[in-house]
């Protein structure tokens, strides 16, 4: 992984191997009780609802690159979905944008974008 920033913050590697194995108690406890997570399908708010996302999206993230930005970071993702039903093994990671906005050290926002210009230009802290 290429970072370009000081340090991945352990809260934000905790949550990717929470999601990737679909733990959602460990994703939701790396996070403030009023996380907001926005994506490209639309949004939800709090730890109630992120724990019904990571344990139904059957998502896998790995994280690239990381960049620094106010109030958190922007991590370059290449993502599958080895839990969909239309799922090819065969077909290349999707890659993505994810700011993370960091508060007292947890997640307090997850913002996922098509483009690292549009991440880097986002306001990464909720």
Request: glycine share 8%.
């Amino acid at each position: 992984m290429t970072l370009m920033t000081s340090t991945l913050d352990s809260v934000i590697v905790i949550w990717h191997v929470a999601v990737n194995n679909a733990d959602a108690e460990t994703a939701v406890s790396a996070c403030t009780e009023d996380v907001e997570v926005t994506g490209l399908a639309g949004s939800l708010s709090g730890r109630e609802e992120l724990a019904d996302w990571v344990g139904s999206a059957g998502i896998k993230l790995m994280p690239k690159e990381a960049y620094d930005v106010p109030g958190g970071i922007v991590v370059a993702q290449e993502v599958t979905w080895p839990g969909s039903p239309d799922f090819d093994p065969a077909a290349p990671p999707t890659r993505y944008f994810t700011a993370f906005g960091l508060r007292d050290g947890s997640i307090s926002a997850i913002r996922r974008f098509a483009t690292l210009e549009e991440a880097r230009s986002h306001r990464a802290a909720a």
